[in-house]
T-cell receptor, first 120, second 110 residues
Framework: NAGVTQTPKFRVLKTGQSMTLLCAQDMNHEYMYWYRQDPGMGLRLIHYSVGEGTTAKGEVPDGYNVSRLKKQNFLLGLESAAPSQTSVYFCASSQPKTSGILGLTKNIQYFGAGTRLSVL | DAKTTQPNSMESNEEEPVHLPCNHS???????IHWYRQLPSQGPEYVIHGLTSNVNNRMASLAIAEDRKSSTLILHRATLRDAAVYYCILRDKDDYKLSFGAGTTVTVRA
């Protein structure tokens, strides 16, 4: 049961370098998300996608770009890494369930194990 | 967005129940109450969620106050594996995003 797989698990970059983080899910989920978590803090949403070919900005999108060319993959790009982007990055996916006036009754997010990124 | 307030930390003994409180006095009628937990060096995992009624699943129970301004996550018999950060999150019925706060760090003593 793979679930949500993130690659790489660790990465060290120099300031100004670029890289792409890959998230793959095998649950056929419609929605996917990228979060970052700084030490001692909760997760903050960077970007998300509600379907193949769509992306949207979250709470902290600056300095990041994303693409969702295939339903199962969600890529997070850093074009010019900065020390402030040192963090742990988590990807998640979900399959929403709606029910009339109750709205989105269920939208459980399944998370990957994270990518630890250091920018020197 | 409606916010939640949780204690920073809680301690428990193994095999004893743990009651994790969450205050959400500004909750709206369309907010679902979610709980996720994050084990050390792992991504968060879903625990339970509810709207108005108490909920039970294999992991925990969720007790929701009648006025919905607070809720309590109950771990019936804590194990060492339950040591984690527990997040109480409100989500509007039409929203699919989650907003994580700092959560409650639960320590379980053997």
């Amino acid at each position: 049961n793979a679930g949500v797989t993130q690659t790489p698990k660790f990465r060290v970059l120099k300031t100004g370098q670029s890289m792409t983080l890959l998230c793959a899910q095998d649950m056929n989920h419609e929605y996917m998300y990228w979060y970052r978590q700084d030490p001692g803090m909760g997760l903050r949403l960077i970007h998300y996608s509600v379907g193949e070919g769509t992306t949207a900005k979250g709470e902290v999108p600056d300095g990041y770009n994303v693409s969702r060319l295939k339903k199962q993959n969600f890529l997070l790009g850093l074009e010019s890494a900065a020390p402030s982007q040192t963090s742990v990055y988590f990807c998640a996916s979900s399959q929403p369930k709606t029910s009339g006036i109750l709205g989105l009754t269920k939208n459980i997010q399944y998370f990957g194990a994270g990518t630890r990124l250091s920018v020197l | 967005d409606a916010k939640t307030t949780q204690p920073n930390s809680m301690e428990s003994n193994e095999e004893e129940p743990v009651h994790l409180p969450c205050n959400h006095s500004t909750i709206s009628g369309t907010d679902y109450i979610h709980w996720y937990r994050q084990l050390p060096s792992q991504g968060p995992e879903y625990v339970i969620h509810g709207l108005t009624s108490n909920v039970n699943n294999r992991m925990a129970s969720l007790a929701i106050a009648e006025d919905r301004k607070s809720s309590t996550l109950i771990l019936h018999r804590a194990t060492l594996r339950d040591a984690a950060v527990y997040y109480c999150i409100l989500r509007d019925k039409d929203d699919y995003k989650l907003s994580f706060g700092a959560g409650t760090t639960v320590t379980v003593r053997a």
